[in-house]
């Protein structure tokens, strides 16, 4: 039987008999299975158990636990953790054989476990997941059931897809860059990455902080038809919250500001810390207004300007594209002292801000409050930025000219949302634009400036 036929076979149905995730040698699960990672865990009884067996991500192998010493080395891992809301990550080590072109992970184990995989923390998503390639993971035990290695080190590697949304840039970093940071960090620069689904585009748009996370070439999978064998391999990417980090769940306190430094210092970007007002009074603090060109349009983003301008700001007004060089976009958004923007992708780009600055969030009408704050809002805060969000009117809303003022769209959103997120989507993202009212906004402005002067 060919290697690929071996390996659909195996891997299709799995008689957990020993199911040996993780270091346990007991055995609970009688039932036939399919794990089908990404999807659903099809009994749950199962996915209790892997549960309660996974190993947390940020806990050391809890050598001893069962004597683990006396375990041959091999069997130490794999642990999964299946539980995530938003990832799948397993952690394989001992003697891993990786065939890119299949899309085929094995490893020694001396008892047999199979399943799939889809490695992109959008678990909860299947039309994210309908972009990522599926990766098979299955055990063998003697040598020569496996494919010889065709290249193999002591580089360890983390596999992880850039299906998904990519391009979007709130996705961009909340989907892969965050969580690789937060999956490769520990390696200092010594790992290889092995990305599926890879756009080679966004490959380039993002090698200042790919390649200061890994300093191995990137192997796109999907096309990489050699055996390559490693001792340690990371299947997934860990997610924590949205466009975040939770510092409690890494090992050393990693925090969203190391991610800024980081960024930081991968785009060669020279501001830390906003400008304090006051030092230099000729200095103007700096606003950058996001534009947005296609959907949720700041329509009256010149009469904005201006009053920014006359309370004191010097504005720039800007939109990067999916071909913007995202350096030189990087380095105008760090000459910033603020950022404002209606809600959308573009505000991600708070991350090149420096610390200390402000973030202006537009919140148009359809009760996008809570949504608004979670994507951008705490994690600026996170990365010890002042956050303000502006909560627009009716009056403010382009959706009063379509729509008369006693419709359910303004009357009753919450009827809006139940109809499901296409409706909403479709209502209050991709059909409504915002003209600010300048004197109400005006608050917002002055409380930024107060940000600026109390540094
Ligand atoms: C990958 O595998 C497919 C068959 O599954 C084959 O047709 C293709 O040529 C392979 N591509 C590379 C680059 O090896
Ligand atoms: C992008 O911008 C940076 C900074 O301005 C510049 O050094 C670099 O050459 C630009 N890259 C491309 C591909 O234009
Ligand atoms: C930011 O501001 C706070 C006070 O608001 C201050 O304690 C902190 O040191 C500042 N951080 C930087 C990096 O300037």
Known sequence: MGYDQKLIRSSSRVKCRKLHLAFVTTCCCLVSVTLLVGYSVSSTKLSSWLWNHAVPAAAPMAGGRIGSQNLDKRELKPVCDFADARSVVCELEGDIRIHGNSSSILFASSSPASWQMKPHPRKDDPNALSRVTQISVTSFTADGDAPRCAVSGSTPAIVFSTGGYMGNPFHDFTDVLIPLFITSFQFDGEVRFLVGDIAPWWIQKYEPILTGLSRHDIIDLNRDDVVRCFPHVIVGLRFHKEMSIDPSRTQN??????????????????????????????????????????????????????AARGLGFEVVVAEAGRKTNLTAFARLVNSCDGMMGVHGAGLANFVFLPMNTTLIQVVPLGQLD???RVDFGTPAEDMEMKYLQYGIS??????????????????????????????RRSVYLLNQNVKIDVVRFRDVLIQALEFLRQE
């Open 253 to 306: 306190g990693l925090s969203m500001l190391d991610f800024g430094r980081f960024v930081r210092r991968s785009f060669a970007l020279r501001r830390e810390s906003a400008t304090k007002l006051g030092a230099d009074r000729d200095k103007k603090p700096r606003l950058l207004i996001i534009a947005r060109r296609a959907t949720r349009v700041l329509e009256n983003v010149d009469q904005v300007a201006r």
């Open 370 to 372: 809570e949504l608004a």
């Open 394 to 423: 009716e009056e403010e809303s382009t959706l009063i000219e379509r729509y008369p003022r006693d419709h359910t769209v303004f009357k009753d959103p919450t009827a809006i949302t139940k109809q499901g997120w296409t409706a």
